[in-house]
């Protein structure tokens, strides 16, 4: 009967899970919510999401605060560099469609650039913050190695877009859902690209080991 209440429980564990996820995907809302902060928010979001919802190291918020104020700085410059990316793609659509309809064959040829643009941009978004919460790179470092992964493990890279795409519509359809929805997201993305990740993470050398040095990550 002691074991029926006890931490250990499946039943408790899980709920603690959900608890955590519901309270990761909050913190992740709010931090949203200036816009420019999209980025570290993101990264943090993703950070708790392998450290300590799946690897059980450390507390929600403890370590989303951690990550938020470290890369605060590389993750608000990047987004907003993605978003001036996306206005300048908003503009060349409209600009591209009205030569389409005007019989231009240059609105042709800017609808096709337009369109490799875009897909460009989507395969380095879902890649990007989740590579700033693991390595510290400086904004054009970020880039440069977000755009060379992401077309590196293309077959992955289009997943991703597909599970935060089916995601987002799932927080459009129920606006509730938004209160989860968002740490599952992470929760899933996670398994695809922590598989990626060990292949560019350096092993621990016996120094590490040594002095204690906790690479969570690498397991």
Not at 90 to 95: H, K, N, R, S
Not at 147 to 156: A, E, G, K, N, Q
Request: glycine share 4%; proline share 4%; aromatic share 14%.
């Amino acid at each position: 009967m002691s074991g029926l209440f006890s931490v250990d429980n499946p039943v408790f564990v899980f709920l603690g899970k959900v608890w955590d996820m519901m309270f990761l995907s909050i913190l992740w809302i709010v931090c949203c919510i200036p816009f420019i902060t999209i980025g570290p928010a993101t990264s943090a979001l993703y950070y708790v999401m392998v450290k300590v919802i799946r690897r059980g190291r450390g507390y929600v918020f403890r370590e989303f605060v951690h990550s938020f104020k470290e890369n605060f700085k590389v993750g608000a410059i990047s987004t907003i560099i993605l978003l001036i990316a996306a206005a300048v793609l908003v503009i060349d659509y409209q600009f591209a469609k009205q030569m389409i309809e005007q019989s231009s064959t240059l609105g042709n040829v800017l609808y096709a650039v337009y369109f490799a643009v875009i897909i460009i941009v989507c395969l380095m978004t879902v890649f990007i913050f989740p590579i700033l919460s693991r390595f510290t790179l400086k904004v054009k470092d970020l880039f440069k190695t977000t755009f060379f992964m992401s077309i590196r493990h293309l077959p992955t890279s289009i997943l991703l877009i597909l599970i935060v795409v089916v995601s987002a519509v799932a927080i459009w359809l129920t606006v509730i859902g938004a209160i989860l929805i968002p740490a599952v997201c992470a929760w899933i993305c996670s398994f695809l690209i922590e598989r990626i990740f060990k292949k560019y993470m350096p092993k621990p050398e016996e120094s590490d080991e040594e002095s204690g040095k906790d690479t969570w990550y690498l397991e």
